[in-house]
């Protein structure tokens, strides 16, 4: 069997010098222990307690903290009928980082809880139909459209990538993400 029809079943993402099999388990590119940069760059947010929130799995990535929201329906079908959902690229991917401690710029609207300032990048992977009542719940809370694209053509049905970012307070934003969330049949 070719190397390229063996890969084609594993979703692959290279994070940070990290490959990622399936959604969620992690290999090292490199030896059993990560460079002396990796090692110290720790992330003081709960990575585990994110995606718990986000209804996500997570993947700590040093400083940063990477949350997959997997779409449990519809499947999307790639022009063969290969199932692209169980690949990261083709679903929701919500980045974390905390914000330094003198950050004051907030996008997201209200703050509350928690006073954890964080920035955040995010790709929520929509069906075409959900993507303007997404889109009007980011613009309500501040946040800032990076980018609308197709990571695929012809799968069906048809999805659509929008990129964004936040700054302000973690359960805000948290909060803010599952409103759009909540526009969509991502969680099923």
């Given at each position: ?6 890969l084609?079943?594993?979703a692959?993402?290279?994070i940070?010098?990290?490959i990622?099999?399936?959604l ?5 590119l490199?030896?059993q ?7 110290t760059?720790?992330?003081?947010l709960?990575c ?12 700590p990535?040093g ?13 999307i079908?790639g ?10 690229l083709?679903?929701?991917?919500l ?13 997201g ?7 954890q ?5 995010g790709?929520f992977?929509?069906?075409e139909?959900e ?8 613009k ?42 909540d526009?969509?049949s991502?969680k099923?």
């Amino acid at each position: 069997m070719a190397i390229r029809n063996m890969l084609l079943p594993i979703a692959t993402f290279a994070i940070a010098g990290t490959i990622l099999f399936g959604l969620g388990a992690k290999v090292p590119l490199w030896s059993q222990q990560p460079p002396a940069f990796a090692q110290t760059m720790q992330s003081p947010l709960n990575c585990q307690d994110i995606a718990n929130r986000l209804g996500g799995i997570p993947v700590p990535n040093g400083a940063v903290c990477d949350v997959v929201v997997v779409r449990q329906s519809p499947q999307i079908a790639g022009a063969d009928g290969m199932n692209l959902t169980q690949f990261t690229l083709m679903n929701s991917v919500l980045e974390f980082i905390a914000a330094p401690s003198n950050a004051t710029a907030a996008t997201g609207n209200a703050t509350t809880g928690s006073s954890q300032q964080v920035y955040v990048m995010g790709d929520f992977a929509l069906l075409e139909t959900e993507m303007n009542d997404v889109l009007a719940v980011v613009k309500d809370n501040g946040w800032t459209v990076t980018g609308i694209h197709n990571h695929m053509i012809n799968e069906t049905p048809k999805t659509t990538f929008m990129h964004w970012e936040a700054r302000g307070n973690l359960d805000t934003i948290i909060e803010q993400a599952n409103a759009a969330f909540d526009q969509t049949s991502i969680k099923g």
